[in-house]
């Protein structure tokens, strides 16, 4: 199975700064016949499931704010958010699905500094 | 728009079965592949399996191989999932995951969870 290997596994980042999350992949997820990373970006904050930021590595899903942006290619990730602010405060999960199982990171907190 | 609605809590002893259900609604029942996805207490997040809710093709994780079964009723837009010979380290939440248009294994919707504690 693919390892999903993300750091820090936790984040302290004052109002309206910038938040880094990076994840790496034990084996590339980019499939090379259509120049695609197989990889996905999850928020849950606690009491309810994961939510979809981030799809194809930098993708954003329709209603997601733009300050939440990834990327990165082949093994290495990174979704940044611009701007944080306190709705924020969460865990991110990233997650490839380049082939079967798809594999989660093991997760980075982020709170307020 | 699109609703996964899950079965309540559940309290199971080891050795015993759990099924947990998945609602949909919202969307075309039959043309999105359902996940299962379970998240241990303070852990990350694990893959189960996958079902075609047309066909009702299913593809498991290794894992969980010869104890998991998913099934689904397309005259209720429902899925399921039981899990047997229970034990302590089956312990969590349980949710259900759509998966996107073109079958990619990303999750774009899920359930509100279905804890499930094993516990003597």
């Known amino acids: 199975d693919t390892v999903m290997t993300q750091s820090p596994d936790s984040l302290a980042v004052s109002l309206g700064e910038r938040a880094t999350i990076n994840c790496k992949s034990s084996?590339?997820?980019?499939?090379?016949?259509?120049?695609?990373?197989?990889l996905a970006w999850y928020q849950q904050k606690p009491g309810q499931p994961p939510k979809l930021l981030i799809y194809?590595?930098?993708t954003r899903e329709s209603g997601v704010p733009d300050r939440f942006s990834g990327s990165g290619s082949g093994t290495d990730f990174t979704l940044t958010i611009s701007s944080l602010q306190a709705e924020d405060v969460a865990l991110y999960y990233c997650q490839h699905y380049y082939s079967t199982p798809p594999t989660f990171g093991q997760g980075t907190k982020l709170e307020i500094k | 728009q699109v609703q996964l609605v899950q079965s309540g809590a559940e309290v199971k002893k080891p050795g015993a079965s759990v099924k947990v259900s998945c609602k949909a609604s919202g969307y075309t029942f039959t043309s999105y592949y359902m996940h299962w996805v379970r998240q241990a207490p303070g852990q990350g997040l694990e893959w189960m399996g996958i079902?075609?809710?047309?066909?009702?093709?299913?593809s498991y994780a290794q894992k969980f191989q010869d104890r998991v079964t998913m099934t689904r009723d397309t005259s209720t837009s429902t899925v399921y999932l039981e899990l047997s010979s229970l034990r302590s380290e089956d312990t969590a939440v349980y949710y259900c995951?759509?998966?996107?248009?073109?079958?990619?294994?990303?999750?774009?919707?899920w359930g509100q969870g279905t804890p499930v504690t094993v516990s003597s």
């Open positions: 194809w590595a930098s």
């Open positions: 079902i075609n809710p047309s066909g009702g093709s299913t």
């Open positions: 995951a759509k998966g996107e248009a073109a079958g990619a294994y990303y999750f774009d919707y």
């Open positions: 084996q590339s997820v980019l499939y090379s016949s259509n120049n695609k990373n197989y």
